[in-house]
C-alpha cells in the first residue's frame, strides 16, 4: 500500500509517498481502505524531530473508509461498513489503516468531514471531564474558534452548559453560531469576561496556549478549576492540569458522534483537503496557521 513516511526530519519536502506492507488487524481491531486522514499540528511537530526520535516514521492517527478486514473478537461492524475513528499505531495517512477505536459513520456525513473529528473531539471532550462540565456551568473556553476549541463549546452546551468563548473579532459569529459568547483575546479578555459573567466562570479550558492561565485562574477562582490542553510550561509554572491524553482518554465520545452530527449538536468542521500525494502542500499550509477549516488527505 501507499503511505506517506519521512525518514529523516526537516521541512515538508521531506515527507514520501512509500510502498509499505499492508497493515493486519489484531484481536479487536478493524482494517479500513481510507478514504480520508486528518491531519495535525503533531505531524509537522513529528517531522521536525520535536516528538519522537526513531525513523523512519509514518503519520496519521485519525481516518475515515470502510472496514475491508475485522480481527479477532470484532462482532460490532462488518466488511463494507462505513466507519470513522482512531489508529493506535498511527500511519493513518495510507492507502490502509489499522483502527483500534471506531464508531459507525452516518451516510449523510462525508468521509472527509468525519475525518476532521475524532482528535478533536476526543481532545475536547477529555478536557470538558478534567474539569467536571456539567449542566448548568458556566465554561469558559480559551480558543474557541478553531478545531478543538469549537468541539469543546459544542460539546459542553450539549452537557447543559454555558459558555464564553475567546476568539478574534473576525470569528465571534461564527463562536455564536456555536452557542458561545464571544470574547475578544488580549488585554480586555478579563474585563469582556467579567462584563457577562460579574462573578467570574466556574470551570476554564486553554485551547490556545496563548500564556493567559494568570488570567484563567483569575476568572476561574484557582488553578484547580483550569485545564489546559496546549501550555505545558504554562501548567507547570501555574499547578494548573494539563492534559496530553497520557492521563486516560475519552474514548467513549467516538460512539456518540452519529448522534451528536444528526441531531445538530455538533457540526461538521470547515475541510481543507489534499490528494494523498500532495502531503507536501498540506504541511506548508498547516504550519502557515492559515488554512480554512482542518486539513484533510484523501484517497479517490
Do not use: C
Amino acid at each position: 500500500m501507499k503511505s506517506v513516511q519521512f525518514s529523516r526530519f526537516g521541512d515538508p519536502e521531506v515527507l514520501e509517498i512509500v510502498d509499505l506492507p499492508d497493515p493486519q488487524p489484531g484481536p479487536g481491531q478493524v482494517r479500513i481502505a481510507v478514504r480520508a486522514a486528518g491531519v495535525n499540528a503533531s505531524d509537522w511537530k513529528k517531522r521536525a524531530g520535536l516528538m519522537d526520535e526513531g525513523l523512519p516514521q509514518t503519520l496519521g492517527y485519525e481516518a475515515s473508509g470502510v472496514v475491508d478486514e475485522v480481527g479477532e473478537d470484532v462482532t460490532d461492524v462488518a466488511v463494507g461498513d462505513r466507519v470513522v475513528g482512531l489508529s493506535e499505531q498511527g500511519g493513518a495517512q495510507a492507502e490502509l489503516a489499522v483502527l483500534s477505536f471506531w464508531a459507525p459513520l452516518p451516510a449523510s456525513v462525508g468521509f472527509a468531514e468525519a475525518a476532521a473529528l475524532p482528535a478533536a473531539v476526543e481532545t475536547a471532550a477529555r478536557g470538558l471531564d478534567r474539569l467536571g462540565v456539567v449542566s448548568g456551568s458556566l465554561l469558559l473556553v480559551n480558543g474557541a474558534s478553531g478545531n478543538v476549541g469549537s468541539a469543546a463549546v459544542q460539546l459542553a452546551v450539549a452537557r447543559g452548559a454555558r459558555v464564553i468563548g475567546t476568539a478574534g473579532p473576525a470569528r465571534h459569529a461564527y463562536v455564536r453560531t456555536l452557542g458561545a459568547e464571544p470574547v475578544a483575546y488580549g488585554e480586555t479578555l478579563v474585563k469582556e469576561v467579567r462584563a457577562l459573567a460579574p462573578d467570574g466562570v466556574d470551570r476554564a479550558l486553554d485551547v490556545a496556549g496563548s500564556g493567559v492561565l494568570p488570567d484563567l485562574i483569575d476568572l476561574a477562582g484557582s488553578p484547580k478549576h483550569v485545564v489546559t490542553l496546549a501550555d505545558f510550561a504554562g501548567a507547570q509554572e501555574h499547578q494548573v492540569t494539563f492534559s496530553r491524553g497520557d492521563d486516560g482518554r475519552a474514548l467513549y465520545v467516538l460512539a456518540e458522534l452519529g448522534e451528536l452530527i444528526e441531531t445538530g449538536r455538533l457540526s461538521l468542521p470547515q475541510v481543507h483537503t489534499f490528494p494523498l500525494d500532495q502531503v507536501v502542500q498540506a504541511h506548508h499550509l498547516g504550519e502557515t496557521g492559515r488554512a480554512d477549516g482542518k486539513i484533510v488527505l484523501i484517497n479517490a
